[in-house]
């Protein structure tokens, strides 16, 4: 190598270096520019400081419900919230912008690394440009924040993407394997719908060549601790998934939806883009590399073809399109671009960076390296511009207005909402509409009751408890959608439950409606709760708008047996029978539902109904 392809070296590795750390930096700025905590993001709070107090992984105390879908991202804040001993909100926000930042330069790395071992040169600059697609599009800054989920789920693909590739192009130690097995193997625990990103990873490295005692020691690793909790899981809380997936019947299909929410996404920012660029020339390099080295390769077993980049690609490829195609056939879901975002995430993976060759001294002019690099800096640079664009691109003009699509652009929603520019403490929340009416009249009720929002957003319902009323009062439940906000700006002693069935198991069990906004098509009548919480159920302490017969109906709906079943489940206690029964019914419970009306509850069950009330 002469002096100057050392320093071409030299430059190009410095290139690709500051463009790593650049990107990460410019990604967690932007989330740091655009923070918040969701209403759903306190949801997963409130579980954390049940943790923190000792009343178990549990939304409220005594009733055993599992309100987060990742519960990998709850123990993790928990973890830390029980380390810093920092406000938990505080918590979330550092890790968010530590797991966002870091998912963006691994997957740089990991690229970068695949494109260096497949025919890079000295003179080959790695230009970031896939990831700086991810980063331009506003709802990827937007979840970078928000007390969810999202900022794991793509350090997690991220960190199995790197593993892969490593994995790919060299011959690994058995600890290597077991563990790149052991990290693909949290998939669902980082998310449910990851078994596809981990399944396909570990398929992949079972498949290769290898001794049945490292393939027997890849399930042991992997199944680990996924299986031991799935057991955990089924007996403690009586399900064979979080509550979230029974409560949004993760299985049903609403596909007209799902595209009206694909295109929410994809076409205000034309996405399919620097996609289409960007894939198309770095499928043009990999398939010369591959016609190259296909000509060399002398061992045609396929076990061995599996051990190699392409077949990584592959495996990160399909995982994006079974994971598209999951989320548009669920209906997607009612935030701006949020359960696409690992879709697109995978799918930039393979071109986070893109090499842009330099042609070498005397190759300069008409010639095909002149060409090459040619289409490469075009696509990069189009990839560059159309980043400064889309970031500051309005996706939804109207995202504040819930729609006949359902889908809002939920940050604006709440910075509009409650006026703050970052709603990130849960009393930054106070502000938003009945909540400090909420807080007012649980102060101002020391007897206890049952809390419905009432048709004005100054003051609320309250059904009371039947007298006599014990010492210190009967304890207050908030029957509200907004689980969130309401529940951590209460004690835990406050039960806050919904009409959706996220942290409600009665609710959760009905029937989704057809025609309901997606992630919000169930709605359980408040008659129920007044029958199950067990307030006085006549007039004049209710309501105007509950029926006395409705209400009596519940109570006789909630007779059921199958229904008391399901209930015990849940708010039984935990001993070795109830576990064992749970384990094994817990797959009846999931799919176990109730009529949302009285009535016809009563009827399916063959119950009796209660004489009807005079009105």
């Known amino acids: ?17 500051g463009g790593v750390v650049l990107t990460a930096a410019l990604f967690v700025w932007g989330g740091w520019q655009r923070r918040w905590i969701a209403d759903d993001g306190l949801i997963v709070l409130r579980t954390v400081r049940n943790l923190l107090a000792g009343n178990g992984p549990v939304f409220n105390a005594g009733e055993r419900v599992e309100a987060n879908t990742s519960t990998l991202w709850t123990y993790l ?11 938990l909100e505080y918590v979330v926000l550092t890790l968010a912008l530590v797991l966002s930042g870091g998912a963006i330069a691994l997957a740089m790395v990991g690229t970068g690394s695949l494109w260096r071992r497949t025919g890079g040169t000295a003179g080959t600059l790695l230009l970031p440009a896939g990831a700086l697609a991810y980063i331009a599009v506003p709802p990827a800054r937007d979840f970078a924040t928000s007390g969810l989920e999202s900022c794991l789920v793509i350090f997690w693909i991220a960190l199995v993407w790197v593993l892969l590739v490593r994995w790919a192009q060299r011959e690994p130690t058995t600890t290597a394997v077991l563990i ?16 596809i990103l981990s399944g396909l990873a570990l398929l992949l490295i079972f498949l290769a060549p290898g001794s049945w005692k490292l393939r027997v020691a890849i399930v042991a690793v992997a199944g680990a601790v996924p299986v031991l909790y799935q057991i955990w899981r089924m007996g403690y809380y009586g399900l064979p998934y979080p509550n979230t997936a029974v409560s949004k019947d993760a299985g049903g299909a609403k596909w007209g939806q799902g595209f009206t929410y ?4 994809v076409g205000p920012y034309w996405l399919l883009l620097p996609l289409l660029l960007l894939g198309g020339y770095a499928g043009w390099l990999l398939l010369r590399h591959l016609r190259v080295s296909g000509a060399q390769r002398t061992d045609s077993n396929w076990q061995s073809r599996l051990h190699s980049p392409a077949a990584v690609v592959a495996v990160v490829l399909v995982t994006a399109l079974l994971l598209g195609v999951y989320s548009v056939r669920v209906g997607g879901d009612f935030m701006h671009g949020r359960v696409l975002l690992p879709v697109l995430f995978c799918f930039i993976l393979p071109i986070a960076v893109l090499p842009v060759r330099l042609p070498q001294r005397g190759q300069w002019g008409r010639t095909p390296a002149t060409g090459l690099f040619a289409a490469g800096a075009v696509a990069w640079l189009v990839t560059v511009v159309w980043a400064i664009v889309a970031s500051t691109a309005q996706g ?58 009432a048709a004005y957003y100054t003051y609320w319902d309250l059904v009371p408890p039947p007298a006599p009323i014990p010492e210190g009062g009967a304890g207050h439940t908030v ?53 199950d919480t067990g307030m006085v159920d006549q007039h004049p302490w209710l309501p105007w708008y509950l029926d006395e017969n409705w209400v009596a109906q ?18 039984g206690e935990l001993n070795r029978p109830l576990f064992i029964r749970n384990l094994k019914r817990a797959f009846h419970y999931a799919e176990y539902r109730i009529d949302r009306v009285p009535a016809y ?11 009807e009330r005079p009105k």
């Open 1 to 17: 190598m002469d002096d100057r392809e050392t320093v071409s070296a030299s430059a190009a590795r410095w290139v690709y270096v």
């Open 77 to 87: 804040v928990y973890a830390f919230g029980w380390l810093t001993h920092i406000r």
């Open 180 to 195: 790149l097995a052991f990290v693909a193997g949290l998939g669902p625990l980082v998310r449910p719908e990851m078994v």
């Open 262 to 265: 694909l295109w929410n996404l």
């Open 396 to 453: 939804m003009p109207n995202g504040t207005v819930v729609g006949k699509s359902g889908i809002v652009d939920e940050r604006a929603f709440y910075v509009l909402n409650t006026g703050h520019a970052h709603p990130i403490r849960a009393e930054d929340y106070l502000d938003y509409p009945r909540m400090r009416a909420m807080v007012e009249t649980i102060a101002n009720t020391p007897d206890g009751g049952l809390l419905l929002p």
């Open 479 to 531: 029957y509200f959608l907004n689980l969130g906000m309401t529940s951590m700006n209460v004690g835990l002693d406050v039960k806050v439950i919904d009409q959706m069935g996220l942290a409600y198991p009665l609710a959760a069990h009905t029937a989704r409606l057809g025609d309901g906004r997606i992630g919000h098509d169930k709605a359980l009548y408040p008659d129920w709760v007044v029958a």
């Open 554 to 571: 519940a109570q006789v709906a909630l007779t059921c047996p199958d229904t008391q079943e399901l209930l015990a489940s849940s708010r």
């Open 601 to 611: 509850e009563i009827e399916r069950c063959g119950l009796t109904p209660p004489p």
